[in-house]
């Protein structure tokens, strides 16, 4: 099993920066890729950014330019920087991990419990 712990959120004024920080752990063989999901209330889950193991790096247009994903493959955790944070960021943020457990099974999809993110002045 993937745990996934986030940290970091909180209230930020807009224009304001905030750090968002993701570890891993438990029993797994590995974790291929990483990122960041948000949800605001009454909204579907989106994809905020993720980063693979080679680190490429994939970002929503609504996030770019703005927000930087990072990764430490051997701390197995995962940051989501935030800068120039608009009122419409305001909305739970998930660390996402997709790990295999095994060598011998498939890979499959693990979630943090959240970490709420509000923007306002």
């Known amino acids: 099993q993937v745990q996934l712990v986030e940290s970091g959120g909180g209230l930020v004024q807009p224009g304001g920066s905030l750090r968002l920080s993701c570890a891993a752990s438990?029993?797994?063989?590995?974790?291929?890729?990483m990122g960041w999901y948000r949800q605001a209330p009454g909204k579907q889950r989106e994809l905020v950014a993720t980063?693979?193991?080679?680190?490429?790096?994939n970002y929503a247009d609504s996030v770019k330019g703005r927000f930087t994903i990072s990764r430490n493959n051997v701390k197995n955790t995962v940051a989501l920087e935030m800068n120039s944070l608009k009122p419409e960021d305001t909305a739970v943020y998930y660390c996402?991990?997709?790990?295999?457990?095994?060598?011998?099974?498939?890979?499959?999809?693990?979630w943090g419990q959240g970490t709420q993110v509000t923007v306002s002045s």
């Open positions: 438990g029993s797994f063989f590995s974790i291929s890729t």
């Open positions: 980063i693979t193991s080679g680190f490429p790096t």
């Open positions: 996402n991990a997709y790990s295999r457990l095994r060598v011998d099974v498939p890979g499959r999809d693990y």
